[in-house]
Nanobody
Framework: QVQLVESGGGLVQAGGSLRLSCAAS????????MGWYRQAPGKQRDLVAL???????NYADSVKGRFTISRDNAKNTVYLQMNSLKPEDTAVYYC?????????????WGQGTQVTVSS
């Protein structure tokens, strides 16, 4: 079984910073991509940032220049450094892991960590 354990959420004032971490454990041999999504109350879950097996990254336009995703391959851990936070960044942040399997690919999700940015 694969498990994702997130940490680092909390309450911060606008303009502040937070760092999220997500550690993946279990039978993981290859990772297609790993990253973060977020879901604000009453809204759909949206992509924040992903890091791919070739080292490339993808960011939502709303976080470009403020958030940085990184990964420690030896630890199967992904980080999200969030700077210049805005109230609109308030959401539950979910770690996402995509791995290949016999049928193509499989997604795993963390339990979510709350990020609240006060104005």
């Amino acid at each position: 079984q694969v498990q994702l354990v997130e940490s680092g959420g909390g309450l911060v004032q606008a303009g502040g910073s937070l760092r999220l971490s997500c550690a993946a454990s279990g039978s993981i041999f290859i990772i297609n991509h790993m990253g973060w999504y977020r879901q604000a109350p009453g809204k759909q879950r949206d992509l924040v940032a992903l890091t791919f097996s070739d080292g490339s990254t993808n960011y939502a336009d709303s976080v470009k220049g403020r958030f940085t995703i990184s990964r420690d391959n030896a630890k199967n851990t992904v980080y999200l450094q969030m700077n210049s936070l805005k109230p609109e960044d308030t959401a539950v942040y979910y770690c996402n892991l995509n791995v290949p399997n016999y049928y193509g690919q499989r997604e795993y999700w963390g339990q979510g960590t709350q990020v609240t940015v006060s104005s």
